[in-house]
């Protein structure tokens, strides 16, 4: 039997009319400042559709659209108006940055507090650490959708493939978070076929069009594909779709699947943040 297919869309939609429904009776809104630094054409769409998504959800949000040249220290002073601004819960800076800006430093001016995309390093420790706060938004958006499926996370065997810090260290983490055994692959492991095959989730974060085949895949596995790769304007991801659903048991198509939960997670991150500075005050 093909794969069933796990509708990110429709699972995002779902929460962004939640999330909605929630920010309608506030009198303050969750403000979100999202912030692009030159003119990357796929940063433009991915800012866009934030700011799209806050307007949706009743946000207040604000959108800096910075200069390729600018400077890394007027970056972190803009950083730091918009640290102190009480109209704003969250801050994204749209990555890549341009390579004279340091993008460690610029994650590491973001207030943790504000930091709704989860990757300062505060934030990250916390991930590490076990202790609940901001998760970075496409690895909580992957365990959101294993568990809309239904699938028991707890005992299985995870293969990430991918380690960044944006996609798939975290996305291990959380998943041993909830009692997975997790391997994770990347471009130096030597047998990336046999890795995988020992996987009941398979979670590719490559950015390599169709490097994950059926070979690859165990019987009924279930398979979330986060990578993204553009060609003449159309988007694929890392798993050979459909070549794989003839042996998975649930698989993300690419778009729609996971892309749009990362955006879902942002606002809810926004919502949390804003309720936990509250909370402090
Ligand atoms: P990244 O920083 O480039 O990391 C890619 C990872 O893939 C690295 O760890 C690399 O290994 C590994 N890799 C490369 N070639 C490999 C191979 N042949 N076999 C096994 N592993 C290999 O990318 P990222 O930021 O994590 O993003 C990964 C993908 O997810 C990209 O396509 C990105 O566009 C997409 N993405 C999608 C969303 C979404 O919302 N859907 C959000 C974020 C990212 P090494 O560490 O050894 O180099």
């Known amino acids: 039997m093909p794969a069933k297919i796990i509708d990110g869309k429709a699972i995002a939609q779902k929460i ?13 809104k969750p403000g979100l400042a999202v912030v692009r630094v030159g003119n ?21 949000s604000e959108k800096y659209e910075l200069k390729e040249d600018i400077q890394e220290k007027d970056l972190l002073k803009q950083i730091s108006k918009l640290n102190k601004d009480k109209k704003l819960h969250g801050i994204l800076v749209q990555l890549p940055l341009p390579a004279h800006i340091s993008q460690q430093k610029v994650l590491e001016a973001i207030s943790p507090e504000k930091d709704v995309d989860g990757f300062n390093p505060v934030n990250f420790g916390r991930l590490l650490s076990g202790n609940k706060y901001l998760y970075p938004a496409t690895p909580k958006g992957v365990v959101r959708l294993l568990d809309e499926i239904g699938c028991k996370i707890a005992g299985k065997h995870v293969v990430v493939i991918g380690r960044s810090n944006i996609v798939g260290k975290p996305v291990a983490v959380l998943l041993l978070e909830r009692d997975a ?53 159309k988007l694929f991801g890392d798993v050979d779709f459909d070549d794989v659903k003839k042996v998975a048991s649930w698989i993300t198509p690419v778009p729609g699947g996971v892309g749009p939960m990362t955006i879902a997670m942002l606002l809810e991150n926004t919502l949390v943040a804003k309720r936990k500075i509250e909370e402090s005050k």
């Open 181 to 233: 055994t997790v391997t994770i692959c990347h471009s130096k492991t030597k047998d990336l076929i046999e890795e995988c095959r020992k996987a009941d989730i398979l979670i590719s974060a490559v950015g390599k069009k169709g490097l994950v085949s059926k070979e690859m895949v165990k019987q009924g596995a279930v398979v979330i594909d986060v990578g993204i790769t553009r060609e003449n304007g």
């Open 40 to 60: 990357d054409p796929a940063s433009i769409v991915y800012v866009n559709s934030k700011e799209k998504a806050c307007q949706d959800a009743g946000f207040y």
């Open 16 to 28: 962004r009319e939640n999330i909605k429904q929630q920010v309608a009776p506030m009198k303050t």
